[in-house]
């Protein structure tokens, strides 16, 4: 797989990791925001099922792998600044680790 040199930049910057924003395609909604570095972002662009590195485990984790609720990646951007990444995805089951749908549903009040 070949990325582009600004992706490329961006994963080997720092500590190589890169926030992901998370939308589902079919509905717009912002579902979480997760980490990838080099190895999760090429993996989930050539098996299109969406894998993210977990900084709590150390170690990449395919979502859904164990709770079913996966998320079929349909396309990734790189942002204007070149420092996120928005996937969108579509969503099997809920995508936040407490089982809603997504992991913004706790609103604060303005």
């Known amino acids: 797989m070949n990325i582009s040199a600004d992706l490329a930049n ?3 910057r720092e500590n190589g990791l ?3 924003v998370v939308q589902e ?3 717009n909604e912002v579902l979480m925001l997760a980490w990838m570095n080099r190895q999760a972002l090429e993996q989930s662009l050539e098996s299109h099922q969406a894998t993210y590195w977990s900084r709590s485990r150390n170690e990449l984790w395919v979502k ?3 709770s079913g609720n996966t998320q079929e990646v349909v396309s990734a951007s790189l942002d204007c600044d070149g420092d996120a990444i928005l996937l969108r995805v579509n969503q099997k089951g809920g995508a936040c680790h407490t089982g809603s749908h997504s992991c913004f549903s706790n609103e604060i009040e303005i």
Do not use: Y
């Open 18 to 20: 890169v926030a992901v």
């Open 25 to 27: 395609d079919e509905s």
């Open 64 to 66: 859904g792998a164990t």
């Open 10 to 12: 961006l994963l080997d």
